[in-house]
């Protein structure tokens, strides 16, 4: 019975070789797609224009003043609280009490993902500063000034990452749902009040978004955090939570 699959196999065309991987892995090529590709290519689209015209894009300063027009006392509160939130230093704690957790558990694949997606996220964001060079809007004095370079938005590559990660290591449980929606509005909040303090234009948080969403999805399509399998009575962990191999 194994010569006959064998020799099936060998017999395959390269043309029903490519269907048949097709056909079982189309939901990881589609992800590929639409959560890698797609990010990343309008990443670099933003880049290629700012690196040509530091101006950035005709509706960078129309959304940052219409953003700005309505400005008031409770808003900048809320702006600036949701500024410190969104620090990338106000992320290592709650990313160090994950890292606790899984180290306790022994889930090698999933704090491999998040440190493998987190420290990706913070080499990516400064080696993107440092290459750009692009200066902070300067529209308006900001309540809360910056005075590093602006693109990527790190406080929009954080919040996006922070989220990723949270979500892909619920993946398997019903609280995805509660951290996509909640997580959405958290980088949604956090984008806007980077608008509203006037210290980066709308394409700099457009492409932190872009580059982290690209970079997150990538990672857990190799490293596969979301991937368990059932608990034997014996087995304090599901067992491909202690190997990378079978990935």
């Known amino acids: 019975m ?8 060998e017999s395959q065309s390269p043309l029903d070789f490519l269907k048949n991987l097709l056909i079982a892995r189309w939901r990881s090529l589609l992800l590929l797609l639409i959560g890698v590709y797609l990010p990343l290519q ?13 101006a950035g894009f005709p509706w960078d300063v129309p959304i940052l003043l219409a953003v700005h027009s309505t400005e008031n006392p409770q808003l900048d509160v809320l702006a600036v609280t949701l500024a410190i939130i969104g620090l990338p ?7 160090g009490a994950i890292t606790l957790i899984l180290l306790l558990q022994k889930r090698w694949r999933s704090l491999a993902y998040l440190l493998t997606a987190s420290l990706g996220s913070i080499i990516i ?13 300067q ?3 900001s309540i809360a000034p910056e005075s590093s370079f602006a693109f990527p938005s790190a ?9 990723a990660i949270l979500l892909f290591l619920t993946w398997a449980s019903s609280w995805r749902w509660l951290i996509l929606i909640f ?13 509203y303090l006037g210290v980066h234009f709308p394409s700099d948080v457009l492409a932190g978004w872009m580059v982290t969403l690209g970079w997150t999805i990538g990672v857990s399509l190799i490293i596969k955090p979301y991937r368990t399998i059932a608990k034997s009575i014996d087995d304090e962990r599901p067992k491909d939570e202690t190997t990378l191999e079978d990935v």
């Open 183 to 195: 997580g959405s509005l958290y980088v949604i909040a956090i984008a806007w009040c980077r608008l």
């Open 2 to 9: 194994e010569k006959v699959k064998k020799t099936n196999k």
């Open 155 to 163: 406080h929009a590559m954080t919040s996006v990452t922070l989220i």
């Open 42 to 54: 309008v990443f670099e689209i933003l880049t290629v224009k700012i690196w040509e015209n530091q």
């Open 125 to 137: 964001n400064r080696t993107a500063k440092e290459l750009m060079h692009r200066v902070r809007p």
């Open 89 to 95: 230093w106000t992320a290592i704690p709650i990313l």
């Open 139 to 141: 529209l308006w004095q």
